[in-house]
């Protein structure tokens, strides 16, 4: 039996993202938490039918690394979906709160982003599409699940229709327009990492530069005016001329050929012109998980890169990635993962 809206109570406003508001809600009927989110979606009932059902496939996704789904329903101007309530929260929520997330848990989130994307890719043929940090949940049973992957076609379309398309942990390749791989996702997870491990997006300035930027940094570290921002037409058109030369085959699905090529202003505390930053991640070396403040193990290091080579055909794959020494000899255990998240929720 599946949710209805109507056995929900608003608790609280969890957040709101990219074409979405999420709240935590009481379910009168279970006696439980759940969480629900709305995504506003203006399309003809048709299309809207047709998102629901393709919301479905959510129902046969059961896996300890993918937050589970109890049901969506159209309301009003949005479709809701409602899930597991994370009790931790998202990772990015996590760091902000309470700084740099350790490097040995940063590893284990590293291998539930990675064995989630196995189960949907290898189980429902489903490529993630959007790992960052707000979508990776935590909960003080020590779980780290991901959530959020693109299994409607149609509420990709829809979204970006009426919003925007591409974020900043989008890898080279898709700024350039080739069609989405499992390889894009793990893009995203390398600079997800760097983010959780440094305590801020990889691509934006600390927020005390002068100190941090030594001479080794500032290379890899590329320096953007706060506020050369782009009109968003502009920035729209000149991403269009970059992405269309490279466009996607005859032989990608309907939603790859129209979905559009916004922009949107992820990864917060960034405030450089968005238009750079995409210029940025496809002409300049991939950032690496370095610190001058931090010495971070050497298996992490070769990890995040081999997350982001550049070249989505020597990028290692999830089964790769899992085989690496950063993640087989990993001594942090479920007692651990739960110990973090509780001290997290504490503060
Ligand atoms: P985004 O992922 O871009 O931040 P969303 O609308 O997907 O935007 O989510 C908004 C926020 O709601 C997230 O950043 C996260 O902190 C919170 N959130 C989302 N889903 C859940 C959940 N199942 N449990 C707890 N918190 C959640
Ligand atoms: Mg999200």
């Known amino acids: 039996e599946l949710?209805?809206?109507?056995?929900?109570?608003?608790?609280?406003?969890?957040?709101?993202?990219n074409g979405g508001t999420v709240t935590k809600v009481w379910n009168k009927?279970?006696?439980?938490?759940?969480?629900?989110?709305?995504?506003?979606?203006d399309a003809k009932p048709a299309i809207k039918?047709?998102?629901?059902?393709?919301?479905?496939?959510?129902?046969?996704?059961?896996?300890p690394y993918i937050v589970g789904y109890y049901g969506c329903f159209p309301i009003d101007v949005h479709v809701g979906i409602v899930m597991e309530y994370m009790d931790a929260g998202s990772l990015d929520y996590i760091y902000r709160h309470n700084g740099p997330v350790s490097?040995?848990?940063?590893?284990?989130?590293?291998?539930?982003?990675?064995?989630?994307?196995?189960?949907?890719y290898d189980v429902h043929r489903i490529i993630h599409r959007d790992i960052k940090p707000s979508n990776i949940l935590a909960n003080t049973a020590g779980e780290i699940k991901i959530c959020d992957f693109g299994v409607s076609g149609e509420l990709i379309n829809s979204i970006a229709n009426t919003f925007v398309g591409t974020s900043t942990y989008m890898s080279p390749e898709r700024i350039q327009g080739a069609a989405y791989t499992i390889k894009s996702d793990v893009w995203s997870l390398g600079i997800s990492l760097i983010e959780l491990a440094l305590g801020r997006f990889p691509f934006a300035e600390p927020p005390d530069s002068?100190?941090?930027?030594?001479?080794?940094?500032?290379?890899?570290?590329?320096?953007?005016?706060?506020?050369?921002t782009l009109p968003l037409a502009a920035q729209r058109a000149a991403l269009d001329l970059g992405g269309n030369s490279n466009g996607n085959g005859n032989n990608s699905p309907p939603h790859e050929r129209r979905r559009s090529r916004g922009v949107s202003l992820a990864g917060g505390g960034s405030t450089m012109s968005i238009l750079d930053l995409l210029q940025h991640i496809v002409n300049e070396p991939a950032p690496k998980l370095y610190s001058p403040r931090k010495d971070f193990p050497q298996e992490a290091v070769d990890f995040v890169e081999d997350c982001l080579s550049k070249d989505p055909a020597t990028r290692k794959s999830p089964q790769e990635l899992l085989k690496s020494s950063w993640i087989v000899d990993s001594k942090v255990t479920k007692a651990d993962l739960e110990k973090w998240t509780k001290s997290t929720v504490e503060e």
């Open 3 to 17: 949710v209805k809206n109507e056995d929900l109570e608003v608790l609280a406003d969890l957040g709101a993202g």
């Open 210 to 228: 002068s100190s941090e930027a030594d001479a080794s940094d500032s290379e890899a570290q590329a320096t953007f005016d706060a506020n050369a």
């Open 49 to 63: 039918k047709q998102i629901l059902r393709e919301l479905q496939i959510m129902n046969d996704c059961a896996s």
């Open 103 to 120: 490097i040995e848990i940063t590893g284990k989130v590293a291998e539930a982003v990675l064995r989630g994307l196995m189960y949907l």
């Open 29 to 41: 009927k279970r006696n439980c938490i759940m969480a629900r989110k709305l995504i506003l979606v």
